[in-house]
């Protein structure tokens, strides 16, 4: 067998049991037999060594780096070497890969607590307009404008919040139940796509008009129900046992 390195010879019946012979005696092998055993053992433990750092070279490419180098050190064992350039890329890719892994989780944590605690929460299509002050003259009939934006909104405790994401660790803007001072339904609206939406506003004491709409008349008449009841308001729009007709 040749020994030099990256040639490995792999008996592959190595591990085959003989059939013992009746009255053979364990003395009776012949002693040129150890020697291949000892190399045996010797070349498939190089070979499991190998497929080890070739299983660890392709966790390390997950990484970006291209082309590991290998190297055979005197005693046989193989390694990767990495320049102080790769190396220091990788610690920074391990970094980012942990930070990542921490927001992930506290993501995950943030949405299990928000839907365990939230009274009502979900996806809905806002836009929100100002009311006009005193004196100015009333706005722009702008109905068919197309600028309503998706977004996630939480009716938790004494406030509304709006988070652009579900997965969002913080809202985007919030608003008091105490300064909602009007909940109205809108009339329902077929989109240039053939999507009929139906919808709700409320308008604060700032005069701030927020709108939802959504495609599903259960989740707003949800949130219609939700908010009368929080907020302590009576809206024009009946809502007997859930439904109501826009």
Not at 83 to 91: D, F, G, I, K
Not at 95 to 103: F, P, Q, T, Y
Not at 144 to 159: A, K, N, T
Request: with cysteine; glycine share 4%; hydrophobic share 35%.
């Amino acid at each position: 067998m040749d020994d030099s390195l990256g040639k490995i010879k792999v008996f592959q019946d190595h591990f085959q049991v003989s059939t013992p012979i009746v009255g053979s005696p364990q003395s009776n092998t012949p002693s040129s037999s150890q020697p291949r055993s000892d190399n045996s053992l010797r070349s498939n433990s190089r070979s499991r060594t190998r497929r080890k750092f070739k299983s660890a070279a392709l966790m390390l490419n997950l990484f970006n780096l291209r082309g590991l180098p290998w190297v055979t050190s005197p005693d046989g064992q193989e390694k990767v070497e990495l320049s102080a350039t790769e190396l220091e890329s990788l610690r920074s890719e391990l970094a980012d890969l942990e930070e990542r892994e921490a927001l992930l989780k506290a993501q995950l944590e943030h949405v299990d607590e928000m839907l365990r605690s939230a009274r009502l929460s979900g996806y809905l299509y806002i836009r929100t307009r100002w009311k006009p002050l005193p004196g100015e003259p009333p706005p722009i009939d702008d109905t068919d404008v197309d600028d309503w934006l998706p977004r996630f909104i939480v009716l938790h405790g004494s406030c509304i919040f709006f988070y652009l994401q579900s997965t969002d660790l913080s809202p985007q803007d919030s608003t008091l139940l105490s300064d909602i001072v009007e909940l109205e339904s809108l009339p329902s609206f077929t989109r240039e796509d053939g999507e009929t939406r139906h919808g709700f506003y409320v308008l604060t004491r700032q005069g701030l008009r927020i709108e939802c709409s959504s495609i599903s008349k259960i989740q707003v008449n949800s949130w219609m129900l939700a908010l009368q009841t929080d907020c302590k308001l009576v809206s024009d729009g009946k809502i007997p046992n859930g439904s109501t007709e826009t």
